[in-house]
């Protein structure tokens, strides 16, 4: 299967189409609110969306990068299907991590082979908190994380530092976020709902 890649200005449009960005008044994962959620479930729950979406960050990565991934991984949930559309495009074999009491771990057999080259990937990355844990997971089984991929980059603070990591989200959102005591929503009556949340449109 082969497509023209999808430019940003597409990701957007397929976002917006398929209902995953919201706009409203948000408490996010973090405690910080925030006017703008990015729902990637509602993308990826159509399997043709996500194979377009995960063709155009492994042709986002540099070629001489791409040759040496031997597998793909990402945090569960979210990045569970952006994972196994990475590995699909790249003909390589792709799992997750998981947390298990709290830690990030690899469960069910999942293994690399020392020194095997690792796309790590996320849906949405904001701090790119778990996208580190997956990396030290990855690391911890000898492998090495020769670059990493997001959907969407929302980083309002700055694009996240990966220890210099070659780091190719296919596309950058950057997402205004406040303290509950600085959020102007907030200021003006309204109260925050967490995404996901019953009856959300
Ligand atoms: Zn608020």
Sequence with gaps: MSHTPLDPDQVIRLYEEDGALLHG??????GLHSDTYLQSARVLQHPEHAARVAEAMVQGIPAELRSQIGAVVGPAMGAVIVAHECGRALGVRAFFTER????????????????????VVEDITTTGGSTRECMAVVAA????????????????????????????????????????????LCAAGSTAVKPGSRGLR
Aim: one cysteine or more; proline letters at 9%.
């Design 141 to 184: 089984q000898g492998a090495r994380v020769v670059a990493v991929s997001a959907i969407i980059d929302r980083s309002a603070a700055g694009i996240p530092d990966f220890d210099g990591v070659p780091y190719h989200p296919l596309l950058r959102l950057p997402v205004q976020t406040w303290e509950a005591k600085d959020c102007p």
């Design 25 to 30: 008044h948000f408490l996010l994962s973090s």
């Design 100 to 119: 298990e009491g709290g830690r990030m771990t690899l469960r069910r057999g999942f293994a690399l082979e020392p020194g095997e080259g690792v796309l």
